[in-house]
């Protein structure tokens, strides 16, 4: 056998690689069917970068059939509430320029808000409650309603339906927990920056000449 | 050193003084120290305020729950407000008076927002609440002196504020090897510390002892200060003596004040990142933490009053003050005689890591350890920030070894995930690279809005997670509801089915007594009712009001819109196109609606007008339920009989002779038990059939025996309504007429009362459905009363 395949290099080449082929077709076909992946993971992606406020502005009953719907084909810009941070992270996942929100008529879009049921006016038709996507309303029939805040996504579904137009949305307040610095905003061409609020700045003491600032290097 | 070293953030050998040896610290820088103004004159008792506002979140974690109301009157040290859980702390009373308010009010923060704030005016007694004192509180538990320490409402008073108790309570399976005391001070300006190592030797060194103590007497207990505190360092060498506590020295260099980086000066161990220094065996407290923790213990005092540093050129009198927590900072303004018309800007802790405040009416809190009043020469706005020229000095200054400048093009271009992955979170904010940085850009700005972006997306992230299961659930949850209501449904058919099958014999027994015509007759009226039930399933009331509301609404809106318009025209008028677009949608709408309302009524109105009483028809509909229910129990009574039968037959079978005798006897009463059941089904049946005939029959008196629609029962009502129209048939032959009246009134009283009840619940309950029964029993009376004219008559 070795000398057939010694006398013959070609043949033996290819039986080489044909072998090898195989060897390989098999690994390849088992872990096609061993490391199969449940469902589609592009959907997931796309789900985990939407907002999940479930409001169906995008023209789809949920975040999720919508994410279903940017894997067809869809047009990614449709989402009102995830702004265009949103459509940006969705075009950097699909590998597509970024097109310009379609906010349509909601111009408030991007400010966070969550539904408010002015309790004295509510009646306790339980509408509210079949109408929001979170089961953020509690009541009961004939019982006054109030939003659950921390589960509200402000996706406005519950206002519509209100027979006595008692929800409102309000946006969410800044406090003091959830307040962040603002990033500096600085005009390069020779404007003073607006003054940040930021100190750091006793460098400019008339001792700061004499003193050498930047010893660390020098020593 | 060079930049290489720094960059590797190798800890190197510094110095060795007598006891310990020393690290050094990477990057670091050196501004000017501006301590020695507010070193001149010992701590001064600052006057009592005449109110205080004591902030219900002083310290990190939950904020604390007010116990007293407005209007309460306090004692100095009093309980005010407590801690809500393990990381928070409570707020005492560090005034006597009354509580004025609980209200939102502005906070010394760098937002300058406000919180909610208990506010006392103070009655200038300054009465106190009964101090225990504790001479030997060396003998109590670990336990019970954190216990203390925690009541006494003590947060760090260096840094952040962090509940001191928290820190001294370190994770089960932390051995703490380094208790290290912090009295490095490092930013320029601030001398809280130092003046009250020099004043105060003796507490703090108690309090260390005492912190020792609760952690278990660790094996190394060390005070860190820089060496530009020679006074502090004296007199503290003199104090430890006798005891196990080392005092170290290290050269004066910005931040080595920060927690990470003292550890590292006088350990040489570097904290992971992200992680606690527990972690590595050590803690760190502030001296003036230490100083509290001992005063708490050892004489009960509460946390109400603090030393701060009151420094700035723009006051005659720079100094440090021992001062009530809650003090306006205006108070102590006017204390050490502010001139207003120098004062160009106010911060709050030193000028590397302070922020300048917003008003000067914020109270001291818990970790205010400095107010910086300066002239405008002392501390200058920033000049202009000019492009980055990549110089690398704030590289070479950051003490934790990052970089700050591919950091600032990261958080320009907010990048986050390269942010993280250059240690963003790792930025102690120390201000050494704006610092250094020729070209001013304000760096940590920057990295501290980056930080607050990645935090907030952060939780938006979790709340989307959040959002996506509750919507998932409910989703799961509407399906299961649905199949729930389908499998209900099914099975309802199919006992319908049945009842029919059983009734379709009974026909045949029927046909054998009744007339041929009569059959024809109903049974057209029955197909008649079966294709009017299938076309008309809502009720025609409700359809009416819900278009009679659709009318409302559209109304409303109508109104709006047009209210709004003419608010434009008035002052917006650019926006007038859109509000008349939106009017005229709202009118579109209403004419809609209007319309669709008339031609309900229109269509209807036939329908009512020769459909009986729908509320009768309802409340029949509910009699057949309960009827239904009824006949399902006795069905299932003969099922389960049968099955016994079968059962005991099967074990009769393989028993042997001596148990046959029992099991036969079983059979024999499972038989009869089957039997009763049957006949009382039959019986039943008999029962339903009769008394449906004739509550068809009086609606159908009028003469033709044309059935009338039943719009509102749903399918298999209107099956069983096919039964009782053929009984009905059947049973109006063997009556005589007297008789018919006789069971006719019978049935209806019975329904009377039963209506009545039905109508009374309905009231208790505040049902909606109580119109309706009312009516029905309003019908059901005149029927009644009917029913009982013919009987007479006849
Ligand atoms: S528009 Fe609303 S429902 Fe659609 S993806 Fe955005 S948040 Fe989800
Ligand atoms: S409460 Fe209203 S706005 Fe909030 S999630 Fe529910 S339906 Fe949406
Ligand atoms: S110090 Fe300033 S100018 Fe120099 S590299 Fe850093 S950010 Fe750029
Ligand atoms: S602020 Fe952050 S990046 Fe700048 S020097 Fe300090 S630790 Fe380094």
Redesign the interface.
């Known amino acids: 056998m070795i000398e057939l395949l010694s006398t013959h290099p070609i043949a033996a080449a290819i039986l080489a690689l044909g072998l090898l082929a195989l060897a390989f077709g098999g690994i390849l076909g088992f872990a096609s069917i061993k490391f199969k992946v449940e469902g589609d993971p592009i959907v997931e992606q796309i789900d985990n970068l939407l907002p999940q406020t479930q409001c169906g502005q995008c023209g789809h009953p949920g975040c999720r059939p919508y994410a279903e719907g940017i894997a067809n084909g869809e047009a990614i810009n449709k989402c009102p509430p995830g702004g265009q941070a949103t459509v940006d992270a969705l075009a950097g996942l699909l590998g597509v320029d970024a097109p310009a929100l379609d906010a349509g008529e909601a111009e408030d879009a991007d400010i966070p808000k969550v539904a408010y049921i002015r309790e004295d006016e509510c009646i306790g038709c339980t509408k509210c409650i079949q109408a929001c996507p979170m089961d953020a309303i509690l009541g009961a029939a004939k019982q006054m309603h109030t939003v659950i805040v921390d589960e509200c996504t402000g996706c406005d579904l519950c206002v519509e339906p209100c027979p006595v137009d008692c929800i409102e949305m309000r946006p969410i307040e800044t406090t003091v927990k959830t307040w962040h610095w603002e990033k500096p905003n600085i005009s390069w061409a020779s404007e003073s920056t607006s003054t940040p609020n930021i100190i750091a700045t006793d460098k400019l003491t008339p001792n700061d000449a004499q003193k050498p600032s930047k010893d660390d290097r020098a020593a | 050193?060079t930049?290489a070293n720094l960059q590797a953030g190798n800890p190197q050998l510094i110095a060795t003084d007598e006891e310990r040896t020393l690290f050094t610290i990477p990057?670091?820088?050196?501004?000017?120290e501006?301590k020695q103004q507010s070193l001149n004159s010992p701590i001064v008792a600052a006057p009592l305020p005449g109110k205080v506002i004591l902030p219900l979140?002083q310290h990190i974690g939950a904020p604390s729950l007010p116990i007293v109301r407005v209007g309460d009157h306090v004692l100095t040290g009093q309980l005010i407000a407590e801690g809500d859980g393990y990381v928070s702390l409570p707020v005492h009373a560090s005034v006597s008076g009354t509580i004025v308010a609980i209200e939102e009010h502005p906070?010394p923060?760098?937002?300058g927002?406000?919180?909610l704030c208990i506010i006392i005016e103070s009655d200038g007694k300054d009465a106190s609440i009964p101090m225990q004192e504790r001479p030997d509180y060396r003998n109590q538990s670990a336990k019970s002196l954190l216990d203390i320490i925690r009541e006494a409402g003590i947060a760090g008073m260096g840094g952040a504020g962090f509940p001191a108790a928290v820190k001294l309570n370190p994770r089960a399976g932390c051995s703490i090897e380094h208790l290290i005391i912090n009295g490095t001070e490092c930013e320029?300006y601030i001398t809280a510390d130092d003046i009250l190592m020099q004043e105060r030797a003796q507490d703090i060194v108690a309090g260390v002892e005492l912190l020792s103590k609760i952690l278990g007497e660790p094996k190394d207990v060390v005070i860190g200060i820089e060496d530009n505190k020679p006074e502090a360092i004296a007199t503290m060498r003199e104090t430890v003596k006798n005891t196990p506590i080392q005092v170290a020295v290290f050269p004066t260099?910005y931040p080595s004040g920060g927690e990470k980086q003292l550890i590292q000066i006088l350990t040489g161990k570097e904290v992971p990142s992200g992680e606690l220094p527990s972690s590595i065996g050590v803690v760190v407290q502030n001296v003036a933490t230490a100083y509290a923790c001992y005063r708490a213990v050892r004489y009960g005092e509460p946390f109400i009053s603090r030393i701060t540093t009151v420094v700035g050129e723009a006051l005659a009198e720079q100094r440090n003050v021992e001062v009530r927590l809650g003090t306006p900072l205006s108070d102590l303004l006017t204390f050490n005689r502010v001139n207003e018309k120098k004062l160009s800007r106010l911060?709050m802790g030193?000028?590397?890591?302070?922020?300048?405040l917003h008003s000067a009416e914020v109270p001291v809190v818990k970790t205010t350890n400095c107010l910086i009043a300066p002239t405008k020469?002392?501390?200058?706005?920033?000049?202009?920030?000019?492009?980055c020229i990549r110089c690398g000095?704030c590289a070479?200054?950051c003490p934790a070894s990052l970089l700050p400048q591919q950091l600032y093009w990261y958080?320009?271009s907010?990048d986050h995930e390269k942010l993280e992955s250059h240690h963003l979170f790792d930025c102690i904010e120390c201000?050494a690279c704006?610092?250094?940085c020729p070209s001013n850009?304000?760096l940590?700005?920057?990295y501290?809005?980056?930080?607050?972006?990645i935090?907030?997306q952060e939780i938006?992230k979790e709340?989307?997670?959040?959002?996506?299961q509750?919507?998932e659930?409910?989703?799961e949850r509407i399906a299961r509801a649905e199949a729930e209501k389908e499998a209900k449904r099914k099975a309802r058919q199919q006992a319908a089915l049945e009842a029919k099958q059983k009734l379709a014999e009974a026909k045949a027994a029927a046909e054998q007594h009744s007339e041929a015509t009569q059959q024809a007759n109903s049974d057209d009226a029955i197909t008649n009712a079966l294709a009017k039930t299938q076309t008309k399933t809502t009720d025609p009331k409700e359809q009416q009001a819900k278009l009679e509301?659709a009318v409302q609404?559209a109304e409303?809106r109508l109104q709006k819109a047009s209210a709004r318009l003419v608010e434009s025209q008035q002052h917006t008028p650019d926006k007038n196109d859109k509000f008349a677009a939106q009017v005229k949608q709202a009118e579109v709408r209403l004419t809609d609606a209007k319309k669709k309302l008339n031609d309900f009524l229109t269509s209807t109105n036939f329908s009512t007008n020769t459909s009986g009483t729908s509320s009768t028809q309802t409340q029949e509909a509910q009699n057949e339920a309960d009827k239904d229910k009824e006949r399902l129990r006795l069905e299932k009574a003969i099922n389960s009989a049968m099955n016994s039968i079968e059962k005991t037959q099967a074990r009769l079978a393989e028993a042997d002779d001596e148990k046959r005798e029992k099991f036969e006897k079983q059979l024999n009463a499972a038989q009869e038990r089957l039997q009763k059941a049957e006949t009382k089904l039959a019986e039943f049946m008999n029962q339903l059939e009769t008394t449906a005939a004739q509550e068809k029959l009086q609606t159908l008196q009028p003469a033709t025996v044309d059935a009338q629609p039943e719009p509102d029962t749903p399918m298999d009502a209107a099956s069983a309504a096919i039964a009782r129209a053929q009984a009905k048939a059947s049973a109006r032959a063997s009556m005589s007429e007297e008789e018919k009246l006789k069971e006719q009134i019978d049935g209806l009283t019975k329904r009377l009362s039963k209506a009545e009840e039905k109508l009374a619940a309905a009231i208790e309950e505040?049902s909606d459905k109580q119109e309706a029964l009312s009516l029905g029993v309003e019908k059901l009376k005149i029927k009644l009363q009917q029913a009982q004219q013919q009987l007479e008559d006849a």
């Open positions: 050193m930049a990057g670091g820088v050196h501004p000017p501006n979140s906070l923060h760098a937002s927002l406000s919180d320029p260099k911060i030193g000028p590397m890591m302070g922020f300048a020469k002392e501390m200058p706005p920033s000049p202009p920030a000019l492009a000095l070479e200054a958080a320009r907010e201000g704006s610092f250094v850009i304000p940590v700005q920057y501290r809005s980056a930080k607050g972006k935090k907030q938006e709340k989307a997670d959040r959002s996506r509750r919507f659930f409910r989703q509301r609404s409303g505040g």
